[in-house]
């Protein structure tokens, strides 16, 4: 379990995979700033799957940045496990997102030149790293990729590309994937085959995984839910459905 609540407990304590504290996200300055996220805190356990909802700008993509280390809150603290981000200079931040941190995309973002095989052990050789041969094998078997490992992105579907992107955002054993409407590009079968990969990788690999989607057919694949209106956490759900998201999402929309 964990909390949605403005202060998430002690810092110090390292029971939660992602700890939001306090986090504002402000963009621009004067009369026309935007306010992305409001004093938001959040604490994600390790070995879930948690989906990040809200109508459009309601600051689901601004949290997943800031919880990523892709941007730096305004204020407040984001930890990544043990580490506090604002902490660390750029240089050090860009090695931790590297290594520790997993990101699926729904664009795939897959180099058009690098075999499937390369373009999974990307974040590795970035890192200096050599691929773990076992977990590459044990990886590229979950996702159903043994037979394409040569073919280069444009020799796939849509539904396969996407695999390779969950595949590359695993290799290097991070300690959260953040997955940003890893679904939305696809048709509704591919969708559910992909969040079923999602699904196995916290269920069977052991990952934590946070995603942020619009579609409650998603969201029911996730062990809990959290919704976004106006830059606040105003809801939360463990164990969610689809009728029961939906609902959610309804009455967001029409307080907007």
């Excluded at 700890?19 to 306010?35: C, E, H, I, S, Y």
């Excluded at 729904?106 to 977990?135: C, H, K, M, Y």
């Excluded at 996407?162 to 290799?171: C, D, F, K």
């Excluded at 999602?198 to 995603?211: E, F, G, I, K, S």
């Amino acid at each position: 379990m964990r909390s949605w609540d403005q202060q998430p407990a002690d810092p110090a304590d390292g029971r939660y995979a992602v700890r939001l504290r306090d986090v504002t996200k402000r963009f621009g300055q004067g009369p026309t700033a935007v306010l992305a996220l409001d004093r938001v805190g959040a604490d994600i356990t390790p070995g879930t799957f948690t989906a990040v909802m809200g109508p459009s700008g309601s600051g689901k993509s601004t949290f997943l940045h800031c919880a990523a280390g892709l941007d730096r809150p305004t204020s407040g603290v984001v930890r990544l496990g043990p580490h506090d981000l604002a902490a660390l200079g750029e240089r050090r931040l860009t090695e931790l997102r590297r290594t520790r941190v997993g990101f699926v995309f729904q664009a795939f973002n897959l180099l058009p030149s690098l075999t499937v095989e390369q373009n999974i052990t990307l974040p590795l050789r970035l890192a200096g790293r050599q691929a773990q041969a076992d977990w590459f094998d044990h990886i590229v078997s979950a996702v159903g990729l043994r037979e394409r490992l040569t073919r280069l992105p444009a020799q796939l579907s849509g539904g396969q590309q996407q695999r390779v992107a969950i595949a590359r955002a695993l290799v290097t054993r991070p300690e959260v994937t953040f997955a940003d409407e890893p679904t939305g590009a696809l048709d509704p079968e591919t969708a559910r085959d992909i969040l079923g990969l999602l699904r196995q990788a916290v269920t069977d690999l052991h990952q934590t995984v946070v995603m942020v989607t619009h579609d409650p057919m998603a969201a029911a694949h996730t062990d809990h839910a959290v919704f976004l209106s106006g830059g606040r956490i105003v809801d939360g759900m463990d164990a969610p459905s689809a009728d029961r998201v939906a609902d959610v999402m309804s009455g967001l929309r029409r307080a907007a």
